[in-house]
């Protein structure tokens, strides 16, 4: 199954004066990961936790405190979710697997550490990146080359978008980073 729905998967503006998006209200991504129910109750916990010391305080809350405390807790989301959310981009555009996803899924049969490294993904142990360390490209380019299904341009042509996707990924993280960092100062 490489994809759940057609619905369309974001990341809103999750804090303001007085409020704060927790769960799907301010962050979706494709059920094909199922990631949704741990990040909405895993956030949804934080931002309990960063808020109760301030709505405890003995002096009544602070609203300045509040705002910086939302606006914190959206930041951390963020930057916790991104890489997670950008690969699960990539498997719900419900295309099959390329010849070095394929590889990759190939060797996690008979080598456990793949297997060990995708279900740490899945349980957030480990991040996706980690499934195509750059050490790794060699022998996953080797591999997907004695597919005897795939052509040798299908490799070269999925190197290269690989490589175009881990840039855009990088690019798009840091535009985000900006954006946060200009919101929350804003
Ligand atoms: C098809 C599908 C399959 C999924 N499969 C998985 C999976 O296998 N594993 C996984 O981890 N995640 C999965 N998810 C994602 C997961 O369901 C969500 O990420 C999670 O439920 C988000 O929790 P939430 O509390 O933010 O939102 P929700 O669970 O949507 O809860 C919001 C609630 O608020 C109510 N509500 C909305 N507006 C109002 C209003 N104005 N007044 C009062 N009540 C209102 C809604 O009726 C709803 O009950 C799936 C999602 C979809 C769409």
Redesign the pocket.
């Known amino acids: 199954m490489r994809s759940?729905?057609g619905?369309e998967s974001y990341f809103r503006r999750s804090s303001g004066p007085g409020w704060a998006l927790?769960?799907?209200?301010g962050h979706?991504k494709d059920?094909v990961t199922?990631?949704?129910?741990?990040?909405?109750y895993r956030y949804g916990r934080l931002l309990g936790e960063m808020l109760a010391p301030i709505l405890g305080d003995r002096g009544g809350p602070d609203p300045q405190a509040i705002d910086a405390a939302t606006a914190e807790w959206a930041a951390q989301r963020e930057r916790d979710c991104v890489e997670i959310y950008q690969w699960t981009n990539v498997l719900a555009t419900g295309l099959p697997p390329s010849p070095l996803e394929y590889e990759i899924y190939h060797r996690a049969q008979d080598h456990p550490e793949y297997a060990q490294t995708l279900s740490d993904i899945y349980n957030r142990v480990q991040t996706p990146s980690s499934m195509l360390p750059l050490t790794a490209l060699p022998g996953l380019i080797i591999g997907a080359l004695r597919q005897p299904t795939t052509s040798t341009q299908d490799v070269v042509a999925d190197v290269r978008s690989q490589l175009q996707r881990l840039r855009n990924e990088r690019n798009e993280r840091n535009e985000r980073r900006t954006l946060v960092r200009a919101s929350s100062v804003g």
């Not at 927790?22 to 209200?25: L, M, V, Y």
């Not at 199922?34 to 909405?40: L, S």
């Open positions: 759940c729905t619905i927790p769960g799907d209200a979706f059920p199922a990631q949704g129910i741990r990040d909405a």
